[in-house]
Structure formats: C-alpha cells, structure tokens
Nanobody, 125 residues
Framework: VQLQASGGGLVQPGGSLRLSCVVS????????VGWFRQAPGKEREGVSC???????LYSVSVEGRFTISRDDAKNMVYLQMDNLKPEDTAVYYC????????????????????RGQGTLVTVSS
C-alpha cells in the first residue's frame, strides 16, 4: 500500500490550500482514511477522518475550517483547508485504516496502518 500527499506550499494567514492524496495497492471503498500533521518539534496530531460509511470527524483545532473528502472510484483523498492560521504550519500526511471502514476518532489517524509521504504546509505572512 502506498499513499502520496501533494498540494502543500506557502500561504498567507486566512488563505486556502487543497491537499490531495493518491492511494495505490488498496481499494478505499472498504477503509477509513484521514489526515494527520506534524509541526516542527511537536507530536503528530490527527486532523480529520473519513469512513467509507460516510462518517466524518475533525479535530477541535480544525473543525469548521478544514473539509475532508474522498473519491473512492479514483482512490483519492482530499483536504480543503480554509482560513489557515500560522499554527497550521506542519507536514501533512494522509493515512488509511487497514482494519476498519468506520471513522471513530480524528485524533487517532496517525495510528492508521498505512501512512504515506507528507507535504509541507507553511502559513506565514
């Protein structure tokens, strides 16, 4: 299973970015997927989770600003990030839960069994 995130970059506070993740070696239709991030010098933090049963959850820090979506036919996962803040600066990773189709918590995404290469998001003026 391979996951590759893209779409990161430098954006000003209040701006938007859309991250994409392509998944290979796994059919997303039977698995929960999500995003987590790691800021410099900090622990990994689960951000958002999407189940194939339409369950969707967000961490408190991003709820109302970030939107996760998925296209199972294309094996793609997306994260729309709006109203970005400097504290959102981090490397963002996508992940797939190899054991479940249901999203039970956004905070555990970084423990999912399949995790890919990340993409750097920098929010700065």
């Amino acid at each position: 299973v391979q996951l590759q995130a893209s779409g990161g970059g430098l954006v000003q506070p209040g701006g938007s970015l859309r991250l994409s993740c392509v998944v290979s070696g796994l059919s997303l239709a039977s698995h929960a997927v999500g995003w987590f991030r790691q800021a410099p010098g900090k622990e990994r933090e689960g951000v958002s989770c999407s189940g194939s049963d339409s369950s969707t959850l967000y961490s408190v820090s991003v709820e109302g600003r970030f939107t996760i979506s998925r296209d199972d036919a294309k094996n793609m996962v997306y994260l729309q990030m709006d109203n970005l803040k400097p504290e959102d600066t981090a490397v963002y990773y996508c992940a797939a839960d190899l054991l479940s189709y249901h999203c039970s918590s956004a905070e555990v995404v970084h423990y999912f069994g399949a995790r890919g290469q990340g993409t750097l998001v920098t929010v700065s003026s």
